[in-house]
């Protein structure tokens, strides 16, 4: 046990935190503006799930990680407007929705990965060339801090320069008001001329792009490979992430840092060899969410309108 405590044990496992937290991150946050325009996304794990496996391939196809990103990204918004179809224009119920885009990409990642490991063969599985870390001249040279904050992917800052973007958009804006108007009072935009299919379709489209992003994170930054199932539950994460950061950017990120600490947390517990039983070690991050939901006794930020659908009189 004392060996987690070490310097450079611990610089390894606060650094790995904020790379974990980087897919978790752009997925809440895309999934929170989705909430808050009255949209219940249940497929964020089919988003991300697709995209992963599209940045795979696209990257492997054309030699270029920028061409895997870009296909990742499309990928999500094409699967986010699908559940705008779905659910805005022909007014589906939108849980059955998501949980059957989760079906679906579930089924078809895994049937197009066997198909294409045909052309590789067996035990031949081709990997991409990861984006490397950027490290920020002057400031990643700071002890311990430097490493832990300034030595990391692009996508990890974005990610959390995201989390202050969609807090200035929500709280500061015009048309974030219109945005939370849409999961509290739809009508009201209505009635002042305001289209709220439109904006739940602009909604949606930064939801795919957020978790294209962060299915391309899984493929292009963190590993260098897909594998059927990659995501493991991190879209369901996310989902519970806004719950637990009560619909709030600042909240959700806290939350997010917490999931992405346990989690790196047990991989560094099973590499320095820490007498737990491995199974409860990968459970972990997943039991602490069950708590958090049953120990959440603060007022409720969830949109009055989410999940019901507009039907103009």
């Known amino acids: 046990m004392s060996d987690l405590f070490q310097q450079t044990i611990l610089v390894s496992m606060f650094a790995a935190m904020l790379r974990i937290a980087a897919p978790l991150m752009l997925a809440s946050i895309g999934e929170l503006v989705v909430q808050r325009s009255g949209i219940w996304f249940l497929g964020v794990e089919g988003s991300m799930l697709m995209s992963a496996f599209a940045a795979y391939t ?37 849980f059955v929705t998501g949980l059957g885009i989760n079906l679906l990409a579930s089924g078809l990642t895994l049937f197009l990965y066997r198909e294409s490991l045909k052309s590789y063969g067996s035990g031949n599985i081709p990997t991409v060339d990861p984006f ?3 490290a920020i001249p002057g400031l990643s040279r700071i002890p311990v801090l430097g490493e832990i904050l300034f030595d990391q992917h692009l996508f990890t800052y974005f990610a959390f320069l995201m989390v202050f973007v969609a807090w200035y958009f929500l709280y500061r804006t015009r048309y974030g008001l219109e945005l939370r108007s849409l999961g509290e009072n739809p009508k009201a935009l209505d009635t002042k001329g305001l289209s ?10 930064f939801g ?20 059927p199932g990659m995501t493991g539950g991190r879209g369901w994460l996310a989902i ?23 989690e790196a947390f047990q991989l ?14 990968l459970a972990l ?16 930020e969830q949109p009055a309108h989410l999940g019901v659908p507009y039907h103009r009189e």
Not at 75 to 83: F, K, N, Q, R, W
Not at 196 to 205: C, G
Not at 208 to 226: E, H, K, P, Q, S
Not at 240 to 262: D, H, S, T, Y
Request: cysteine-free; glycine content about 8%.
């Open 58 to 94: 696209a990257a492997l196809s054309s030699g270029s990680m920028y061409v895997g990103l870009l296909a990742a990204v499309l990928t999500g918004i094409a699967v986010h407007l699908s559940m705008a179809i779905a659910a805005v224009t022909f007014k589906i119920n939108q």
């Open 132 to 134: 490397e870390t950027v």
């Open 196 to 205: 709220v299919s439109r904006r739940q379709y602009a909604a949606l489209a």
């Open 208 to 227: 795919g792009f957020m978790a294209g992003l962060a299915g391309a994170v899984l493929v292009l930054a963190l590993t260098d490979r897909f594998v």
């Open 240 to 262: 519970v992430i806004i719950i637990a950061g009560n619909w709030k950017p600042v909240p959700i990120m806290l939350a997010v840092l917490v999931f992405a600490f346990l």
């Open 268 to 281: 560094q517990a099973q590499g320095v060899g820490l007498q737990i039983p491995y199974q409860l070690l």
């Open 285 to 300: 991050p997943y039991i602490v969410a069950i708590i958090a939901m049953m120990g959440i006794r603060v007022r409720s």
